[in-house]
């Protein structure tokens, strides 16, 4: 193997290490990335990059064409650093060289195409040379990034610029515009000058030398051509920068001004691409979430998405209208530049999600125990108490039926069973009133007042039906009230009053026989129920009348 061959070959190796580093950016962060970060792209231009640099080691060391194969091998990484996708570089060193050399590969590559020996170079391709790679070095690369702070820009999750001598966000983006108008006019001289070298060379040397030439000469029109697009067309790339850059201003002073609010940005992001129906969702486990912690609604449309992503997984997600072209570059500026207020939305909306299903599980606890305090009220009176029934009337026949001496024996057993009967249902009603479930709330509190300790008077005639979870709630208030009344002095009458305004069960119960130690223990014990079905409870003294309102939110 020639040393040419085996330099060639070592010096790939570097470029193929870059070449997967800023392919595997580009799968991640297609939206970022030069070409779109398809395999198949990215392949072509790793390719693209490795021939070059192999092409131009071998012009240096077997042709001695040291301009000509510096500059071609220069090309090689210069492709691939305009594959990058800059804000995602994985560290500080690839970021700033992104900054720097990310538009060099065309001046590189039109300058090598000037540097073949196949006619005598003048002093204006050399002034063309010269030009060009100072555009596409400096204008377009050093010296914007030595005044880019990615912070500024509203770019949180970028690497630290190392070039950066002083952030000056307004000069960055003039000497950007400058550098493409310089394109422009380098671009075409460039492709003029090497295509009439070309022309004028002999034979021999047109063939020889067509492949580097032509395609330099074709590279660097296309950059010409990039150039004056990008500045002529109204929602070009300099033009989405300043809108991107202009919003992430915006977004961040909206941060720093006010507390972060979902309407707000998603409004503000919604308007700047024109999509009204833009939606910012936030993924977690079990499905994504809105702004509110409800779960997202379909979109019911195509929809593109930006993903917003940190090293534990992703943060949130704007969806927005398939249909429209060229605003994705516009999105991703704005959510970096939110990026602080999109995490705390995030976190925010995850927390108000565990909140609802803490809440909802709340609410099935409390509906699977009453469930199961009516399956045992239905167990001890379908069971228990009608074998004790039929017990009785067997004691009671049988007392019939024996001897006068043992007649007093069967009628005390009798009686002793009846006690236990009696016992039974009141263990059973605790547990759970019959009347409650088969009649409803109106019907149950109209059974408690006829065994209440203290005068129990029932104000309302509404007979519909509520929520089993919402009668049983209201019922145990009233009856711990009842209950604990009963135990007081005075044992003053309790007056109970119902309504249902707007979807809302709302209960009123009045009473003078309490102390306040007493309506505090009451609402105590009925607090957590009714608070697991999204309702509330207050208490409230006026002229020595305790009153105690509660509401539970349910469907009649």
Do not use: K
Request: glycine residues 8%.
């Amino acid at each position: 193997m020639r040393a040419s061959t085996r330099a060639a070959l070592l010096v790939t190796l570097p470029v193929l290490a870059l070449g997967a580093e800023t392919s595997r950016l580009a799968a991640a962060h297609p939206e970022a990335a030069l070409g779109g970060g398809a395999p198949w792209e990215s392949l072509v231009q790793v390719g693209v990059a490795v021939a070059a640099v192999a092409a131009g080691v071998v012009l240096m060391l077997e042709q001695r064409l040291t301009a000509c194969g510096l500059l071609l091998a220069l090309t090689g990484p210069a492709i691939l650093l305009a594959q990058l996708p800059v804000p995602d570089a994985s560290s500080a060193l690839l970021f700033t060289a992104g900054l720097a050399g990310g538009s060099l590969a065309p001046a590189l590559a039109g300058s090598a195409a000037m540097a073949c020996p196949v006619a005598p170079p003048r002093r204006l391709d050399w002034a063309v040379v010269t030009v060009s790679l100072v555009t596409a070095g400096a204008v377009l690369g050093l010296l914007p990034a030595a005044v880019f702070d990615p912070r500024a820009a509203g770019c949180f999750s970028c690497q630290h610029n190392l070039a950066e001598v002083h952030a000056d966000l307004p000069l960055s983006v003039a000497l950007t515009r400058w550098g493409l108008i310089l394109t422009v006019g380098w671009g075409i001289g460039l492709a003029a000058r090497a295509g009439w070298r070309w022309l004028r060379a002999p034979r021999i040397a047109r063939l020889v030398y067509a492949p580097l030439i032509l395609a330099g000469a074709a590279i660097s029109l296309l950059a010409a051509a990039a150039a004056l697009h990008t500045l002529r067309q109204a929602t070009s790339e300099i033009d989405g920068t300043l809108r991107a850059r202009r919003l992430a201003r915006q977004v961040t002073q909206t941060v720093v001004a006010s507390v972060p609010d979902a309407a707000t940005l998603t409004a503000a992001l919604a308007a700047d691409i024109g999509d009204p129906h833009l939606a910012l969702v936030f993924p977690r486990e079990g499905g994504a979430v809105d702004a509110g912690g409800w779960p997202a609604r379909p979109a019911g449309r195509p929809v593109a998405v930006v993903r917003v992503t940190r090293s534990d997984g992703p943060v949130a997600e704007v969806r927005y209208s398939a249909t429209l072209t060229g605003v994705a570059y516009l999105l991703v500026a704005a959510v970096r530049a939110a990026g602080l207020v999109i995490e705390h939305l995030a976190a925010q909306a995850r927390l108000l999600a565990e909140l609802a299903e803490l809440a909802a599980s709340r609410q099935r606890i409390i509906e699977a125990g009453d469930a199961e305090r009516q399956r045992l009220e239905r167990d001890l009176h379908d069971g228990a108490q009608q074998r004790l029934i039929a017990l009785q009337v067997a004691l009671q026949m049988a007392g019939y039926a024996a001897r006068p001496e043992e007649t007093a024996r069967y009628i005390a057993a009798r009686q002793a069973v009846g006690a236990a009967l009696e016992e039974l249902r009141d263990i059973a009603h605790g547990i759970h009133p019959a009347a409650l479930t088969d009649g409803g709330l109106q019907v149950g509190l109209r059974t408690l007042a006829e065994t209440s300790p203290v005068p129990l008077v029932v104000d309302g005639r509404d007979l519909r039906r509520y929520s089993a979870a919402a009668e049983a709630a209201v019922y145990r208030l009233i009856a711990d009230a009842v209950r604990i009344a009963g135990q007081a002095a005075g044992r003053e009458a309790i007056t109970v009053a119902t309504g249902v305004p707007r979807d809302r069960l709302c209960i009123r119960l009045s009473t003078a026989g309490l102390d306040r130690a007493a309506a505090d223990q009451i609402v105590a014990g009925a607090r957590d129920r009714i608070v697991a079905l999204n309702g509330s409870v207050t208490l409230a003294t006026a002229g020595g009348e305790m009153t105690i309102e509660a509401a539970i939110p349910c469907a009649l």
